[in-house]
């Protein structure tokens, strides 16, 4: 079965709303872990826009699965990963005026900057991820600096789903995560995924060994509770 990382960012962006406690992104974690995910994903973005220092050093102690910190290749956030010690770190690009990434890591073009980032985290026994566009060239220059492991960005394909246009996104998908596997890397995907075009996806693509899924999940949560969300999503991840 394809494997389940829950992002809770958007737990946190609703708390951030008020700068309040609640609701709570780790309680959210918890629950997500309880009714079956593989692991916790949360993005600490320089800005701070959501999840918070806080959040990740007490996700820290309670995730009992594994935690994923996605984060841009800054001195600041490789000092804190390290640190820290999630189980995880996946390498995204990030802009302050964006509202959520909108595309992948440019290995290609910051080869050497990502090569020295992976490094000092693999260093100390952190496995790395780069989140990059399905693109062959992307996905060699991702082998080229060691990385563990490819996020496919499935933006594109979610953006098209159900046109013929989605398609030949999913085609891209596929091509990319088929070579990620090949070059000795664990393949996940991505961005955009909900439950309508996860079946899909995973259907089709026989080398992707997890997906991570944010707000898709948040936003159902808000109707059913978290745990449903979850089993939801599991049943058609299991199918």
């Not at 664990?186 to 079946?199: C, F």
């Amino acid at each position: 079965m394809v494997e389940l990382s829950v992002n809770v960012d958007h737990v946190a962006t609703v708390r951030e709303a008020r700068k309040g406690l609640e609701p709570d992104p780790v309680a959210a974690a918890i629950e997500a872990e309880v009714a079956g995910a593989s692991g916790i994903t949360i993005h600490l973005r320089e800005d701070r826009r959501h999840i918070q220092d806080r959040d990740l050093r007490v996700l820290r102690e309670v995730v009992k699965t594994a935690l994923n910190l996605e984060m841009a290749a800054t001195e600041e956030m490789i000092s804190i990963a390290i640190a820290i010690r999630p189980d995880q770190v996946t390498l995204v690009p990030e802009k302050r005026q964006e509202l959520t990434t909108e595309g992948g890591l440019d290995v290609v073009g910051l080869e050497g900057n990502v090569q020295r980032a992976v490094s000092r985290i693999q260093e100390v026994g952190i496995r790395v991820s780069l989140f990059i566009d399905p693109e062959l060239s992307q996905v060699q220059a991702a082998a080229k600096v060691r990385a563990n492991c490819v996020e496919i960005h499935t933006g594109r394909y979610a953006e098209a789903f159900k046109t013929l246009q989605g398609d030949l996104e999913l085609d891209r998908v596929i091509n990319a995560a088929s070579l990620a596997a090949k070059l000795g890397m664990r393949v996940h995907a991505g961005h955009g995924l909900d439950y309508r075009n996860t079946s899909k996806l995973v259907k089709r693509g026989k080398e992707i060994q997890g997906v991570s899924i944010g707000h898709a999940i948040v936003a159902r949560a808000v109707f059913v509770g978290m745990a449903q969300a979850v089993s939801e999503m599991l049943r058609l991840l299991s199918h």
